[in-house]
């Protein structure tokens, strides 16, 4: 494998972009979902069935890493990716979004957070410089700055707090993982990206992306959206925020989301994806499919001896009647979740690869305009 | 596929025996054992991962069934191979067993069991007609007559009162099993099993073994052990019944049990058990070992990079550190279960592959005295 961080743009459409970011792991083709492992396995579904399926990268989550099982554990074990027997790229987020939204009796200043585990009430700290040697610990191809991640709606001064204090943290990350990376603790080929903050302000939003440029990270994240906004300003402030950075770096719309989310934010800038929709809707008996979602806890399944989507490569959805679908949701049975977790991931990674179909033929507006019509209240 | 059922008993070493089951979906190699599929799924774990365990033949739960999703429903689906995508044998209990430890409210005569589904309330009845109906409905290979199963220590008469109401039922069975024949219903193969009854008391094994074998049953279930007697007890009856009934034909130790249950019982007679042990255990963080059971939730695997078995041929046993299965069990994953329900399935079809392999080189009794050392306090 490569040992080198690079992004290649081979073709765009539009605002849509085609392309391929290697990675010591290997190459992930963008767009890309990336399905959300966040205790070192993406919720009932085996690894294999993930690749299978045209999964390039999955994410995993700090926060729940470094209080268990501990990041030091897993670098002693092998690091990340032979812990969890994934063979491909990993990115790991910085921790930051699940202290703020699981954790207890949190303070936030400028050396970072303390926090109570959600699962003992232990208390712990994460700062920039922290957050960042636990990825290295881990081992993750892609690696998150610590930021500030606001709620919205949220007055003005406090994003632009969070903007600033998100900024600091930004260049210690940075400073940090140059240090671990002369140390050996970060490996060639391993990347940080920065993550531009700034709610749904326009203003904001260009004091966040212009300062983290100046940085000059290999690719750029654009956090804080997704948390409350509607879905238009999200699109708007994505396509804004999309174009205050290089077009030769890779931008990672974070936690977005439904299918009609995924295309609408290709066609404005964004790369990479990341979101739990696929396998906690799995979870919760709900599949998505070409004709919208489908919740298989309906009576109306109950005879259906049709798949599924007869014409899918994936064998959940493919081979499986909805009725024993139903039957399996409605039985509580852990086969249901699989099934459908797995089905749906499949089916977040075939809507992926027809976006960068119709993007390399020239034809993403007009593929979307049809797939949205298909996929119908879906969203 | 052979539409014909048949016992072929291929060697015998001291009381155990080695042999051959055909059924319409294949053969079954006895010793066998059956992992429960109670709702038409062996729970966490997919169908083929049960075939490649080297599982030949899977039992399925009429109670639950007849409840959720109906027999008649699964009928007009195809029947509950194609329901569960379960291509090789199975087996189906009568249904009386679960009525007498799940439902509420029943009410035994000579009609049947009238009772309350556990998952609604509703009012069910089954008697041994309607449960053979079932059972066709289902398409079953083997098909087993309702009897009423004491649990024990009981009183001597409570025991004879079961063990004629059984035979009872097993007449009323077989004739209902061969109208439904002539009309198509149960299909040429399908073989019903008679089921003996009587506690740990000889004379009363000896009356219902008598009966049934004298209605020529094509195989012949040991039930009413593994229900609070000794150990002891349940190896001693099962010995005695064994001589019972016909050498050429296939005998089925109900619900049993740990390893070592299975070799004493395969040593005494035995062909045929179900337990839902290795997927229970393993949704409980417990995993079977040639060397015992191992306890993933204990501190003790937390670094331990070593797998559950570095020799077995399941991956879910050779390829994944006792370290990660700790942490799954520990966050209550999904993947732990799987993971451990696959691993013990695996580990319990091995041990069942052993049994033959000693049968057939007649050292069964030099095996067993080995492979219960090494097991150790498993039982």
Not at 127 to 145: H, K, N, T
Not at 223 to 231: C, I, M, P, S
Not at 293 to 314: G, T
């Amino acid at each position: 494998m490569s040992s080198e961080f690079s992004f290649t743009l081979l073709a765009t459409d539009g605002g849509a972009r085609l392309g391929e970011i290697a990675t010591p792991h290997g190459i992930i083709r963008t767009p890309a979902f990336m399905p959300v492992g966040t205790a070192a396995t993406v919720k009932a579904i085996y690894a294999d069935q993930l690749a299978a399926a045209g999964t390039d990268i999955v994410l995993a989550n700090t926060y729940h890493l470094m209080l268990r099982p501990g990041a030091e554990r897993i670098a002693r074990l092998g690091g990340l990716h032979s812990f969890m027997r994934w063979s491909g790229p990993i990115l790991t987020d910085s921790g930051g979004f699940q202290v703020m939204s699981l954790a207890k009796l949190r303070k936030i200043d400028e050396a970072g957070v303390t926090f109570q585990s959600h699962i003992d009430g232990s208390t712990h700290q994460l700062g920039p410089e922290r957050a960042v040697e636990i990825q290295c610990l881990l081992g993750s191809d892609i690696v998150m700055q610590l930021d500030e991640c606001v709620a919205l709606p949220a007055a003005r001064a406090e994003v632009a707090g969070a903007v600033e204090r998100s900024l600091v943290w930004a260049e210690r990350s940075r400073r940090a993982f140059d240090e671990y990376r002369q140390l050996g603790l970060a490996r060639p080929g391993q990347a940080l990206f920065g993550i531009v903050q700034g709610g749904i302000e326009p203003e904001l939003r260009r004091r966040s992306a212009g300062a983290l440029v100046a940085m000059d990270f290999p690719g750029y994240a654009i956090g804080g959206l997704a948390v409350g906004e509607t879905h238009a300003a999200m699109i708007e402030t994505l396509a804004l925020t999309a174009a205050m950075v290089p077009a030769g770096k890779p931008r990672y719309l974070m936690g977005v989301g439904t299918p009609v989310d995924l295309i609408e934010a290709v066609a404005n800038g964004a790369d990479m994806f990341d979101c739990v929709m696929p396998t906690r809707s799995g979870r919760h008996g709900q599949a998505f499919t070409w004709a919208g979602k489908v919740n298989l806890k309906n009576a109306r399944h109950a005879d259906d001896p049709a798949p599924l989507d007869p014409l899918s490569a994936c064998p959940a959805a493919r081979d499986y009647s909805r009725a024993y679908l139903h039957h399996l949701v409605k039985a509580e049975e852990f086969l249901g979740a699989m099934l459908l977790s797995w089905a749906n991931v499949a089916f977040y990674q075939q809507l992926m690869a027809a976006m960068r179909a119709a993007i390399a033929a020239g034809r993403f507006a007009a593929w979307a305009a049809e797939v949205k019509a298909c996929l119908g209240p879906t969203k």
